[in-house]
Structure formats: structure tokens, C-alpha cells
């Protein structure tokens, strides 16, 4: 069977380590004989340059046709305040896709540890799975401006929260057997909305896994001073975005963490949680790790290829584990060089 890949490079860093993920999984493919076509299509910002629209239809055609998707990275300062913005693209494809499981994976390597603005003893052994709800709340609600006003509608139906619930309590009966959702029920209709409907569906189909709801203030406190105590994090769409940032400190550096988000069958849209950093882009220095590791995931979800995406995850660790690192976590390989040293341990 032949797997259809659409990349999209985008902006910044994204075209250097969307090159060095899919050399990765090229090598890969070799070595497990995954019969890949992986094509690279206009995206973001690179896309409004080029013809004024951040998802042009060529590329969104491509994605709905493929098995999967590669993301390296989308934005930057230079579409600031422009009549479009690259973000717009992006938020459009998760919705055409249906993609409204976002997953993010925060794991520490014990190499890594000093690297962590926290005490070594705080972070041990921390292993998160942050669920974010993707396509619903702010970002997609009703925006208005008039005169010196602006307003953005949050709206979550019971069905939408059901369904990231339910991809939460799967993750979680594969884990730890415990859910923390995290929402503002003080405040807030649609956490309260929330909060009613995911304690439904844990005590109607889910009492073998422990729920802890938190409200989000408390919960940012929390995932700093004693994150070893989450397993799954289960949260909305614009709370995710915020706390799986502050997550990834956790790990010593944003640039290690990949991502998936998925719908309600096999297709994928995977990339590094980092942003585009313009100010390094194609000086070869970026981190390619977070879009190497959203290559395992896209071998595990989309492709089921466990075996390679397993033979991935233990070659990043090895890699790691001697020393080879780029500036944000304390060395001085290339983004290049990361990546042929994890090719190099691929094919040992």
C-alpha cells in the first residue's frame, strides 16, 4: 500500500525542519519498506506571498486527499496586522479536515533535566498527554468589532465536548487510568457545560479511569510546582493552547515536542509545537526534534506503523542520550546534523 503524504513547509524554520523530519522518515520507509509519496505544497505565509491566500485551494485539495499531513511551521511578524494571516490558514484546515483532537506529548529525557527551568526533583519522571480540543470556543465562534468594541463568541455544544472526551479516556485506559480536565466553571457557561458533561461520560462509560476536574488558574500553577501528578490533561481549545506552552518548558526546550491532531478516522495533521522563529530562520540552527517526533506520531496514528515509529522514538532518545543537541538545549549541532545522526542510528 502506498501512503500519500502532503508537506507543507510553511514559514520560518518550518521549510528546515520539514526537510530534515521527512529525510527521517524516508529513511525509515527504507528500512521497514513503507511505500511513501510525500509532496510539498504552499502554506501560511509563504502561500499569501505567493498568491494571497493562506490555504489556497491546490493545497487544501492535496490534504483532504492524503493519508497525512506534515506541518513544519506557520506565521511570522512580516503578516502582522495584514488583511490576511497565515494562522487564518491554518485554523481553516483543521476545520475542513475535521480535526478536532490535538495531542501533545510531554515527556522529559533524563539527559535534558538541566535544562529545565525547574529543580530536577519537581520534574522527574513527568509524562504528560495534554488532549486540546481544537475546533470549537474562540477561535471559531463569531467575531465582531464596531466602533471602539470587539467581541469573540465561546461555544462548545455537549457533542463536541463528548468526543475529545472520549479520545481523552482512551489515551488515558492506555496510561496512567487518569483524566484531569481542566476548564473556568467559576466563571464561565460553557465550562460548566463542560465540566457537567465530561463527569457524565466518565461514571456512564468510563468508572475504571479517575477524573480531577481544576479550574485553569489553579491548573497553571499546579503543572509547574507539581506536574508529576498528570497523566491526561483534557481541556478547550484556547485553555490548550496556553497550558501546552507552558508544558513544554517542562522538557527544557519548546523545540523537542511534536503534536497530532486527528479526527474521527486515520488522517492526521502533524508538526513540531514551536513557532516559525523568524530571527533564526535558514541559519541551519533550529531544533528538528519536535518535527521528528510529530513524525513518529504520524507513523503510529496515520500510518500504523508501530514498529518504525517505535525504532523512531528510541533513536531520538539515543541521539539525545550522547550529546548531540542544537543551542536551545546546551550544543552546537545543526539542525542537519541532528538529523543525519538519527538517520545514522536508524540504519545501525
Not at 526533583?121 to 463569531?142: C, S
Not at 482512551?170 to 496512567?176: L, P, Q, S
Request: charged share 20%; hydrophobic share 40%; net charge neutral.
Amino acid at each position: 500500500m502506498s501512503y500519500q503524504i502532503a508537506v507543507l513547509p510553511g514559514d520560518g524554520v518550518g521549510p528546515e525542519v520539514s526537510n530534515a523530519a521527512m529525510q527521517v522518515l524516508a529513511a525509515l520507509a527504507q528500512k521497514y519498506d513503507i511505500e511513501l509519496e510525500c509532496r510539498e505544497y504552499v502554506f501560511g505565509g509563504a502561500a499569501i506571498d505567493a498568491c494571497n491566500n493562506p490555504l489556497p485551494d491546490v493545497t487544501l485539495t492535496a490534504c483532504q486527499q492524503a493519508d497525512a499531513v506534515f506541518l513544519g511551521a506557520v506565521g511570522g511578524p512580516k503578516w502582522d496586522g495584514g488583511a490576511m494571516r497565515p494562522e487564518a490558514g491554518l485554523l481553516d484546515l483543521r476545520q475542513k479536515l475535521g480535526l478536532f483532537a490535538n495531542l501533545r506529548p510531554v515527556k522529559l529525557h533524563p539527559a535534558l533535566a538541566e535544562y529545565s527551568p525547574l529543580k530536577a526533583e519537581r520534574i522527574k519522571n513527568v509524562d504528560i498527554l495534554i488532549l486540546r480540543e481544537l475546533t470549537g470556543g474562540l477561535y471559531f465562534g463569531e467575531k465582531q468589532r464596531k466602533n471602539n468594541q470587539a467581541s469573540d463568541l465561546c461555544s462548545y455544544s455537549k457533542y463536541e465536548i463528548i468526543r475529545i472526551a472520549k479520545v481523552a479516556f482512551e489515551a488515558a485506559r492506555n496510561r496512567g487510568r487518569h483524566v484531569t480536565s481542566i476548564d473556568k466553571a467559576n466563571v464561565l457557561e460553557t465550562s460548566r457545560l463542560w465540566r457537567e458533561t465530561v463527569s457524565w461520560l466518565q461514571q456512564s462509560r468510563y468508572p475504571d479511569i479517575e477524573l480531577r476536574h481544576e479550574l485553569v488558574d489553579s491548573a497553571a500553577m499546579k503543572i509547574i510546582t507539581d506536574p508529576q501528578t498528570y497523566d491526561v490533561i483534557l481541556t478547550e481549545n484556547l485553555f490548550g493552547d496556553i497550558l501546552s506552552d507552558e508544558c513544554s518548558v517542562l522538557s527544557g526546550s519548546i523545540g523537542l515536542l511534536g503534536s497530532a491532531s486527528l479526527g474521527a478516522g486515520k488522517q492526521g495533521l502533524y508538526e513540531p509545537i514551536h513557532g516559525s522563529a523568524p530571527d533564526i530562520a535558514g541559519q541551519n540552527i533550529a531544533n528538528p526534534l519536535g518535527a521528528i517526533a510529530s513524525v513518529a506520531m504520524l507513523l503510529r496514528h496515520s500510518l500504523n506503523h508501530h514498529k518504525a515509529a517505535m525504532a523512531l522514538d528510541d533513536a531520538i532518545n539515543r541521539v539525545i542520550k550522547r550529546g548531540v543537541r542544537t543551542r536551545d538545549i546546551g550544543g552546537a549541532a545543526s539542525c542537519q546534523e541532528v538529523a543525519d545522526k538519527i538517520i545514522h542510528t536508524i540504519n545501525k
